[in-house]
């Protein structure tokens, strides 16, 4: 499958852990997002990187949350002292480069906070 | 600021009726949307794009500037069209996130 995928598929922890995310973006897209996602709502982006680069952030990634793709092919997200309202789905999407306009969807990593 | 709305959470039609999924959105300036489905159990995926203005498994969307609005339609309904679907708008001067709507659970009764 060549598809973009997300490690692990799903992750329960406590209030205060630290946990780390995984995506994997099709090969040779240099772009990569990520979007958070909670019930009833449709995907909220949170973050972009062209290559290696973070270029865009959203308001909602707060200072516990940071992103890094350091030779621009996989990328971590990770959440430190999680709260309960971080309980969602965490999807990361890739495209090819400039001109693209469709983003490649990954499965997911379900996130739950108890 | 930018915004879509997706009026309705469910919708459920026929098999061969028509159906209309519902999309507003609030933007200053040129905006390019984005239809995207979830079929059960799959990734979400592209569905159409305003600027290409095809038809996608029957499926059309026009932009309508005056009424802020990207309808999603389809003359004759089929059972594998029930998914989620999602209206998306890409960010100010082609910036590279989505907004997404909320989303339709559209169902096809056989």
């Known amino acids: 499958d060549t598809g973009v995928s997300q490690d692990p598929r799903h992750k329960i922890t406590k209030r205060g852990q630290n946990v780390t995310f995984r995506c994997d973006p099709i090969?040779?897209?240099?772009?990569l997002y990520w979007y958070r996602q909670t019930l009833g709502q449709g995907p909220e982006f949170l973050t972009y990187f062209q290559n290696e680069a973070q270029l865009e952030k959203s308001r909602l990634l707060s200072d516990r949350f940071s992103a890094e793709r350091p030779k621009g092919s996989f990328s971590t997200l990770e959440i430190q002292r999680t709260e309960q309202g971080d309980s969602a789905m965490y999807l990361c999407?890739?495209?090819?480069?400039?001109?693209?306009?469709?983003?490649?969807f990954g499965p997911g990593t379900r996130l739950t906070v108890t | 600021a930018q915004r879509v709305t997706q009026p309705e959470k469910l919708l459920s039609v026929f098999k061969g009726a028509p159906v209309e999924l519902k999309c507003n959105y609030s933007y200053s300036g040129s905006p390019e949307l984005f239809w995207y489905v979830q079929y059960s159990r799959q990734r979400l995926q592209l569905l159409l794009r305003?600027?290409s203005r095809e038809s996608i498994k029957g499926f059309t969307a026009d932009l309508n500037k005056g009424e802020t609005s990207f309808h999603l339609k389809k003359p004759f309904a089929q059972e594998e069209d029930s998914a989620m679907y999602y209206c998306?708008?890409?960010?100010?001067?082609?910036?590279?996130?989505?907004?997404f709507g909320t989303g339709t659970r559209l169902t096809v009764i056989p």
């Open positions: 998306a708008l890409r960010g100010l001067w082609g910036a590279n996130n989505l907004f």
């Open positions: 090969s040779e897209h240099n772009r």
């Open positions: 999407a890739s495209s090819p480069g400039q001109g693209a306009y469709e983003q490649y």
């Open positions: 305003h600027i």
